[in-house]
């Protein structure tokens, strides 16, 4: 009674963990699953459960040494088939390999030529901003130098109106150059008033 209780407990957790797994979200074991289920099997080779003991011992070493070599040529097939397909893997990753590096040569000449493309248009922005510089700071050098001879300019007629008005006001107006002659000659020639 107990053993039959336990094994319908059994079944019950090994059908509740079957329909815990059928209804997992897990990618792995639905994939596992599926496989198990489109897996297609081989055909049943013909050498299983086909062996029949002969009565004379040299008949069934001729029947072995015959199903070893027929097995041996089999072996040999199927490794050569490997070896192909193997080999055709390798042609067809390594062609996919100089697609994808062509396709990176590509680009990277691409993104080269843009980055030319973009440096050479910098350049011709920074002469053109240059070239813009270089006119604003000669045309303020040229106002500043037209200012500064204004201002000379300005203060030369100045110094021009004082000594005009300094040459009114005094009745007896002495030239520059000779100034100093006349000095000399007040101190040497001393007029009592």
């Given at each position: 009674?107990?053993?039959?209780?336990?094994?319908?407990?059994?079944?019950?957790t090994?059908?509740?963990?079957?329909?815990?797994?059928?209804?997992?979200?897990?990618?792995?074991?639905?994939?596992?699953?599926?496989?198990?289920?489109?897996?297609?099997?081989?055909?049943?080779?013909?050498?299983?459960?086909?062996?029949?003991?002969?009565?004379?011992?040299?008949?069934?070493?001729?029947?072995?040494?015959?199903l070893?070599?027929?097995?041996?040529?089999?072996?040999?097939?199927?490794?050569?088939n490997?070896?192909?397909?193997?080999?055709?893997?390798?042609?067809?990753?390594?062609?996919?390999?100089?697609?994808?590096?062509?396709?990176l040569?590509?680009?990277?000449?691409?993104?080269?030529?843009?980055?030319?493309?973009?440096?050479?248009?910098?350049?011709?922005?920074?002469?053109?901003?240059?070239?813009?510089?270089?006119?604003?700071?000669?045309?303020?050098?040229a106002?500043?130098?037209?200012?500064?001879?204004?201002?000379?300019?300005?203060?030369?007629?100045?110094?021009?109106?004082?000594?005009?008005?300094?040459?009114?006001?005094?009745?007896?107006?002495?030239?520059?150059?000779?100034?100093?002659e006349?000095?000399?000659?007040?101190?040497?020639?001393?007029?009592?008033?």
């Amino acid at each position: 009674m107990a053993f039959a209780s336990r094994s319908a407990i059994r079944n019950a957790t090994n059908f509740s963990d079957y329909l815990l797994r059928s209804f997992s979200t897990s990618t792995k074991s639905a994939h596992h699953n599926n496989h198990q289920q489109t897996h297609k099997y081989l055909e049943a080779n013909a050498f299983v459960g086909s062996w029949e003991a002969p009565k004379d011992p040299k008949e069934a070493q001729a029947r072995l040494a015959l199903l070893r070599r027929d097995y041996a040529k089999k072996v040999k097939q199927v490794r050569k088939n490997y070896i192909q397909e193997v080999e055709l893997l390798r042609l067809e990753k390594q062609r996919k390999d100089e697609a994808k590096r062509e396709a990176l040569r590509v680009v990277n000449e691409e993104r080269k030529k843009l980055k030319a493309e973009a440096a050479k248009a910098r350049a011709e922005e920074r002469k053109v901003a240059d070239e813009e510089f270089r006119q604003t700071l000669m045309k303020e050098r040229a106002e500043k130098l037209e200012h500064w001879r204004m201002m000379e300019k300005t203060r030369e007629e100045k110094k021009n109106e004082k000594n005009e008005l300094i040459r009114r006001q005094s009745p007896m107006w002495i030239d520059e150059k000779k100034l100093e002659e006349k000095l000399l000659d007040a101190i040497v020639n001393t007029t009592p008033l």
